[in-house]
């Protein structure tokens, strides 16, 4: 019999990933979706037919329980959550309620329905903010910098603390960042690789950014839904850092952009004050010895592969629009 999974934020850039994943594993793959006018399934248009859509929310928990009183779940991953941090200044309850609270209520409908079920949450190295060392380990202490880090650091904590008190089979993913063609067009990585399409293909002539200084630990988001599989799978729940291990600026990011499509970058970027983070977290950069050690994960994409990748993608996606 095949296994059962549940992924919440399916229609996002890791919920996308995870599902081919799974169905390429054999899985039957439930995702849960929030009630919407307009739904946002451009990334999953493709596993449409493949896929079950069920209708839930992480601010309503009696929903929770009645997707998992249905399904019957061996695993359950929680990808859903107010994910773009600048935003979560401008609704710091609002990201509280589904990235640290909507993580309480999952655990809860577990608890509730079948303690057997593995789960994962979505932590992310944001939670670090004003780091204490680098490179940053599963042991490194929390300092968090936005609302969406503080919230992060709750649904992670809440994690281990069900799992402890419950003996739930629940994980952390402490991922860093990862991107893709299916990155959202408001992550600094999609935003480049966009802008850099457009000026290629003429439609503008610059592209504003905020702080060009700040470090990130980029990797490839088809390589991390790897090795969220990989934790359920162990014979003991544990929390991994998932990183490539090394750290570029937003600099780096777009001359690499830019340079692909034989351009200066000097020429078309400004710099936009307003674009600047209240509090900036300057310096991530993943220590993922321990998943490469115990998951035998490895990262397969390169920074520059990576950002060749989304901006190719871009201009492919401009040309037809246009």
Same mark, same amino acid.
């Given at each position: 019999?095949?296994? !059962?999974? @549940?992924? *919440?934020?399916?229609?996002?850039?890791?919920?996308?990933?995870?599902?081919e994943l799974l169905l390429e594993k054999g899985y039957e793959v439930i995702g849960m979706v929030r009630h919407a006018s307009t739904p946002n399934l451009w990334r999953i248009e493709h596993l449409l037919d493949r896929v079950q859509l069920r209708h839930a929310d992480l601010l309503?928990?009696?929903? $929770?329980?009645?997707?998992? %009183?249905? #399904?019957?779940? =061996?695993?359950?991953?929680?990808?859903?959550? $107010?994910?773009?941090?600048?935003?979560?200044? /401008?609704?710091?309850m609002?990201?509280?309620?589904f990235n640290a609270l909507g993580v309480t209520r999952i655990l809860d409908a577990i608890r509730e329905v079948d303690t057997s079920i593995r789960f994962y949450q979505a932590s992310?190295?944001?939670?670090?903010?004003?780091?204490?060392? #680098?490179?940053? *380990?599963?042991? *490194?202490?929390? &300092?968090?910098?936005?609302?969406?880090?503080?919230?992060?650091?709750?649904g992670h904590h809440i *994690? @281990?603390?069900? !799992?402890?008190?419950?003996?739930?089979?629940?994980?952390?993913?402490?991922?860093?960042?990862? %991107?893709?063609?299916?990155?959202g067009l408001e992550f600094v990585t999609r935003k480049v690789s966009?802008? @850099?399409?457009?000026?290629?293909?003429?439609?503008? /002539?610059?592209?504003?950014?905020?702080?060009? /200084?700040?470090?990130?630990?980029?990797?490839?988001?088809?390589?991390?839904?790897?090795?969220?599989?990989? $934790?359920?799978? !162990? +014979? =003991?729940? +544990?929390? &991994? #850092?998932?990183?490539?291990?090394?750290?570029?600026? #937003?600099k780096d990011l777009v001359r690499v952009a830019f340079a692909h499509v034989g351009l200066e970058w000097e020429e078309w970027v400004r710099v936009d004050k307003a674009l600047l983070r209240p509090?900036?977290?300057d310096h991530l950069t993943g220590d993922s010895s321990k998943a490469r050690r115990e998951l035998n994960w490895v990262p397969t994409v390169g920074f520059e592969q990576l950002i060749d990748l989304m901006v190719d993608a871009d201009i492919e996606r401009t040309k037809r629009k246009t």
């Open positions: 019999m095949s296994k !059962r999974a @549940v992924i *919440t934020g399916i229609t996002g850039q890791d919920g996308s990933y995870l599902a309503d928990q009696l929903s $929770m329980i009645r997707v998992i %009183e249905e #399904v019957h779940p =061996h695993e359950f991953y929680n990808l859903a959550a $107010m994910s773009f941090v600048p935003a979560s200044w /401008d609704q710091p609002l990201t509280g309620e992310s190295s944001e939670m670090f903010g004003k780091v204490r060392e #680098v490179p940053q *380990t599963e042991a *490194t202490p929390f &300092y968090p910098r936005s609302p969406y880090g503080v919230a992060k650091v709750f *994690t @281990v603390n069900y !799992r402890e008190s419950y003996d739930l089979f629940a994980v952390s993913g402490i991922l860093f960042n990862h %991107e893709s063609p299916r990155r966009d802008g @850099v399409a457009r000026i290629k293909c003429g439609l503008t /002539d610059s592209l504003s950014l905020g702080n060009l /200084d700040a470090r990130r630990d980029w990797g490839f988001a088809g390589d991390y839904v790897r090795a969220m599989w990989a $934790m359920l799978q !162990r +014979d =003991h729940a +544990d929390d &991994y #850092v998932i990183a490539t291990g090394v750290s570029r600026s #937003v509090a900036e977290v």
